[in-house]
């Protein structure tokens, strides 16, 4: 199981300009062995908002990602502050 910060997301993204390593890495790694904590789902949701006013296609884009995976990648829920439950609500449409 590998639980991937933000950093790495943010690089996957990038498409064919990810860093080899990191492409490589991750084209031969399993689904299911890919997640993501409420952490880096909250910074993505709040990524996504700073983005709307600037480029609102592209904030939706990313917004179509969020909710139980991003990518192909779940989100892991775990129990942690009282408030983090929170990041991973706040995103559109998932309660």
Not at 31 to 60: H, M, N, T, W, Y
Request: hydrophobic letters at 40%; one cysteine or more.
């Amino acid at each position: 199981m590998f639980l991937l910060d933000t950093n790495v997301i943010s690089e996957v993204r990038k498409g064919d300009r990810c860093d080899a390593r990191v492409a490589a890495w991750y084209a031969d790694t399993r689904e299911s062995d890919l997640f993501i904590s409420v952490i880096v789902a909250g910074e993505i949701r709040k990524g996504v908002e700073r983005l709307r006013p600037r480029d609102p296609r592209q904030a939706e884009a990313l917004n179509a990602g969020c909710g139980r995976s991003i990518g192909r990648m779940p989100i892991a829920f775990f129990r942690s502050t009282p408030g983090w439950p929170m990041s991973g609500a706040a995103c559109a449409g998932h309660p």
